[in-house]
């Protein structure tokens, strides 16, 4: 895991949720609000997920052994993977369920707790806005000049584009409850605190989808980036290597990547050379880019047609 700052969001979003899923759930509690509810529930599988990124991070650090030579390093994408799946079926799928049963049995927030709601609202907005600064924060040191959008699918490390999603897709989901407990305690409709858990709900099942996608891609096996690959082939090029003949790169993990490569020798150079060849080829590809933690090259003659 990128122990700086992929832990630092981690644990942010983590004290963050479980405060915030506390007080929602008095607030439930003291009010029955649909919404209250919901996001409580939504802030329990946000505290799960982020125990779920810690545990991966901690997993993929074990070293390699007979039986996995290329180390752990995907464990990081099995258990981001699994926060999608959590957060579809705890925390959106829940939601939608609370709302339709609410819809059928509307009814008001009504009692001298009535205010709870909105105070509790208010005081999540003001955590879940400290977590997502701190997420930003984080992301800003390696999104370079890339789009938000951009960098959430482009990004190797998991953990801090799932930690900005589940904190941005929280925001969103406060101001829709803090919509529907308010209709609800203006209009004395309960179906408006209902219509307010169904937005939570689709918001959830949908940041749930875009991370389903995106680390599938990356369990599947993902290419290094284009200026990484670049500078891997600029890397190759030396004395006793002419050319590049083709290159295949593919991440282990987050910050180990596997590298394979034809690279064109001399037909008159000795095996010695040859060898000495790849030796100083390996170490400039280490050098440009450090994260090449296994590196294979073949040897080839360059065949002109």
């Known amino acids: 895991m990128a122990h ?29 609000s649909s919404s ?9 599988a946000d ?47 829940f939601a939608l369920f609370e709302s339709w049963e609410k819809w ?22 003001v955590m879940e806005g400290l977590s997502f600064r701190t997420a930003v924060g984080e992301a800003n040191h390696t999104r370079g000049r890339q789009s938000w959008v951009q960098y959430v699918r482009s990004a190797k ?12 897709g929280a925001l969103i989901g406060l101001v829709l409850a803090m919509v529907g407990v308010g209709l609800t305690l203006l209009t004395g409709d309960g179906r408006w605190d209902a219509a307010g858990s169904a937005g939570i709900g689709l918001l959830l099942v949908c940041i749930a989808a875009v991370l389903a996608v995106e680390t599938k891609s990356l369990l599947l096996g993902e290419s290094a980036t284009g200026a990484d690959v670049a500078a891997i082939e600029r890397a190759l090029v030396g004395d006793g290597v002419p050319s590049v003949i083709h290159l295949r790169t593919m991440h282990l993990g987050p910050d180990e990547l596997l590298v394979g490569a034809k690279i064109e020798v001399s037909a008159t150079e000795s095996a010695a050379d040859v060898a000495a060849a790849i030796d100083a080829a390996e170490q400039r590809v280490r050098a ?15 065949r002109h047609t």
Do not use: C
């Open 104 to 125: 059928q049995d509307p009814h008001p927030i009504e009692g001298r707790w009535w205010w709870v709601p909105l105070v509790v609202l208010v005081a999540s907005m």
């Open 4 to 32: 700086g700052g992929g832990t630092r969001a981690i644990l942010a979003a983590l004290a963050a949720n479980l405060g915030i899923a506390v007080t929602k759930f008095v607030a439930y509690l003291l009010t029955s």
């Open 288 to 302: 440009a880019v450090p994260i090449a933690t296994v590196i294979y090259l073949e040897p080839d003659l360059r």
């Open 157 to 168: 490390a998991p953990e801090i584009p799932v930690v900005l999603l589940e904190d941005f």
């Open 36 to 44: 209250m509810l919901a996001e409580a529930v939504h802030s329990v």
């Open 47 to 93: 505290s799960g997920n982020q125990l779920l990124l810690l545990l991966g991070g901690r997993r993929a650090r074990r070293d390699a052994d007979p039986s996995h030579p290329f180390g752990y390093g995907r464990e990081r994408y099995v258990y981001a993977f699994i926060v999608s799946i959590v957060l579809f079926s705890l925390g959106g799928l």
